[in-house]
DNA sequence: TTGAGTATAGCAAACGTTTTCGCAAATGTC
DNA sequence: GACATTTGCGAAAACGTTTGCTATACTCAA
């Protein structure tokens, strides 16, 4: 039973209608009024509903974000750039995580159009992203990618050029000597995944180098990239540099060389892809090509925010940022 | 211009009202005219709206989750135990971070209000949680805290037992004949932080001991666990183990030690609270004392829809969960 | 045939706002 | 002092649902 407009509207002996104007400020009340309205309010202990205003404005201040795993640090930070953005905006973020389930994905994109909000920020699980656009083309809602550039010309995102990392990344150990570079991946259909690993493949090349390691996939976990590089490590052809698809892979894969009984990076060096903030512990020091992580998450902030404001404006905008090279301990030259 | 019940109800012929029961399997409407308005709801793509209904029905199924920052790796854990458990039962969760500002936990709190989400569950930025009490003893939104526990004995919670982690670390540390222990702690008016401490003190009066190191503080970063150990080691009376008040600051302890020559654990044995999991990094390998995270949200989630789904039953629930002690490697006894 | 009972479906109010339109009183203009 | 303009506020519709009550049309027993 909480205080509505109409009882302050019973209280200060004025039409429900005054009461709304003069709480927003509407400049047909009188400042007399409005102070007294106010007041009242404020002792009355007044909270607006925002769920009926959104229904008459149609916007509900809240944005979805939609992320694979929370639990891998790289997206903590992101969703920490969205939501302090968002927060400055005055909106606030639905939080979703697919566990990289595309069901789940599915689920959450329908209960937020259920839900009203007034954009979409999604870093999509898988490469096909046909169930995204499909749910959202009628368009009044405005999506974001971010951590992923799709196909699509006329999708807006935000993401760091997995190309490019992957190239980056492979291009630094082939300088250092390295020539035979394994690959261990995450998911397989992910399409960031997909591009580092082009960019490693392309790098090999332009090397001269074809590729000697047959591609691993698995999850983005730690787990994985350890069990994959036990895998790896059993036939006789050991790498000298492994670059994993990110960190978190990373610092599997190290553990799994180390246990094997090799050093890092003085027998094998390892690479990673984010920079996750764990890479830069002295214990660790990853050598890594980091992403501008909080920043891709307030560059989506910011874009779907504008979108929602002027939604006449269907011009996609596209953000691409620069992956940048981190050089620590874990990789050397041979 | 989505599509609406009364569209459908056009389409078909009824009246809106059918519609919505025929839509929600009501029984009063035949098996027929639901297959048919099911099937066209379908094809016209409706998705109902939320927001409408939750105007009448009061219910939004969301749930707001209050947390300091979910850059520490504890959080992003329990906030996936809470956002799965809540998931699965139909409610999505709306993602607030304070950074540790009160100012930003009230206006977050206000906000969910003026959402008019189901119920909150909030880990408090600091100790004074009688803006939280305030905000809702109305009180029909049910709240939990997490990773807190109130003294106010109305309060429902979800909590490792603070006191007897800082116990646990400290006589772990003790019978490894470890007499010189300096804390390094968090935030100073945190609640968990200060427990911990007390935790801390009481086990080494327990021993005999009393408080040889002036407690420091500073935030939960590992850049503070850093800075405050380098001010520690400044002067001469060095500790022969610290006990941290999280992993996170264990790690820039770890890294501050180890900076100033010494070596962690041969020189002085390094304990945290938490276990995160980078502390299970081999690498890393942290001594810590481990809280069942995920878990702590999943409960606090199961508590709160609980009490979502059972308005009437007003009397609080305490959950007290068990820490575990995890021997690693950054402690050794002398 | 009548009356009660049951299966379906419609009417209209309600949820708490915002907003369009209109109207009366106050003020300004000559 | 007559008219136009401004100021301040109220009435009521609208947003998209749900739901209590009512109404119709059957069925079936007496």
């Given at each position: 039973?909480s205080v ?15 009461v ?17 309205i ?11 509903n ?7 404005t149609?916007?509900?201040k ?5 992320i694979?795993d ?5 997206f903590?930070?992101v969703?920490?750039?969205?939501e ?5 905006n005055g909106y ?8 990289w ?9 329908k209960a937020?159009?259920?839900?009203m ?13 046909s169930h995204i ?18 196909d699509d010309?006329d ?8 190309y490019?990392?992957g ?34 493949r ?27 590089t036990k895998e ?5 052809d ?8 990110n ?43 980091a ?35 981190i ?6 030259s041979i």
């Amino acid at each position: 039973m909480s205080v509505t407009i109409k009882d302050i509207a019973k209280a200060a002996n004025v039409s429900y209608a005054t009461v709304s104007r003069a709480l927003s400020d509407h400049p047909d009340i009188s400042e007399e009024t409005k102070k007294k309205i106010k007041k009242l309010a404020k002792d009355m202990g007044y909270t607006p509903n925002i769920i009926a205003r959104s229904l008459i404005t149609k916007a509900t201040k809240t944005i979805g974000l939609i992320i694979p795993d929370i639990t891998n640090p790289f997206f903590p930070e992101v969703a920490q750039g969205v939501e302090s953005y968002a927060y400055d905006n005055g909106y606030t973020v639905l939080l979703c995580t697919t566990n990289w389930q595309i069901d789940r994905e599915k689920r959450y994109l329908k209960a937020l159009r259920s839900k009203m909000v007034d954009g979409i920020i999604i870093a999509p699980a898988i490469d096909d992203i046909s169930h995204i656009i499909s749910n959202f083309n009628g368009g009044d809602t405005p999506v974001v990618f971010v951590t992923y550039s799709p196909d699509d010309p006329d999708c807006s995102f935000v993401a760091t050029d997995d190309y490019k990392c992957g190239f980056m990344a492979t291009e630094y150990l082939l300088k250092l000597g390295h020539r035979n570079i394994a690959y261990i991946g995450g998911l397989e259909n992910s399409s960031s995944d997909r591009r580092r690993f082009e960019g490693y493949r392309e790098a090999l090349k332009s090397y001269g180098l074809q590729l000697r390691y047959s591609p691993m996939h698995g999850q983005f976990k730690q787990m994985s990239g350890y069990e994959l590089t036990k895998e790896l490590l059993i036939y006789n052809d050991i790498p000298t540099a492994i670059l994993a698809g990110n960190d978190v892979l990373a610092l599997g894969v190290i553990q799994a060389v180390e246990e094997f009984g090799l050093k890092v990076p003085d027998s094998v060096s390892v690479m990673g892809i984010d920079d996750i903030s764990f890479a830069s512990f002295d214990k660790i020091s990853l050598t890594t090509v980091a992403q501008p992580k909080v920043k891709i998450g307030q560059l989506a902030a910011e874009i779907i925010i504008q979108k929602i404001n002027s939604p006449q404006d269907k011009t996609p905008v596209k953000k691409v940022l620069e992956p940048r090279l981190i050089i620590r301990r874990t990789c050397r030259s041979i």
